[in-house]
């Protein structure tokens, strides 16, 4: 698919720019495509260092439910996730950009 290629190329190429390296390669890679009423169960990439996501529609704004369809991470890394203790995250980050209020 050359969307998918197009992506991975792209996402590369960030990698490389964001680390000041000439290379990168991709453990594993995968297209979820989401309707109404879908959802992403948590998941882990543990053998990743970086993990890319694209959306190419935030979808519809659902009024009475702004976090509906809003992406999550939670990263037993970052202190703000895990605040009762190392490596249990239990609390996630949610970029602002992605809400809709």
Known sequence: MPAAQLLSMRAMLMVCHLRGVNSVHILDRWLNVMETGDYSAPHCHYDAEIAAVYFLDSGEA?????????????????P??????PERPIRGLMPLSLIHI
Do not use: K, Q, Y
């Open 80 to 85: 703000f996730c895990c605040t009762n203790g």
């Open 62 to 78: 659902v009024p009475n439910d702004p976090f509906d369809g809003a992406f999550e991470l939670m990263d037993p890394r970052i």
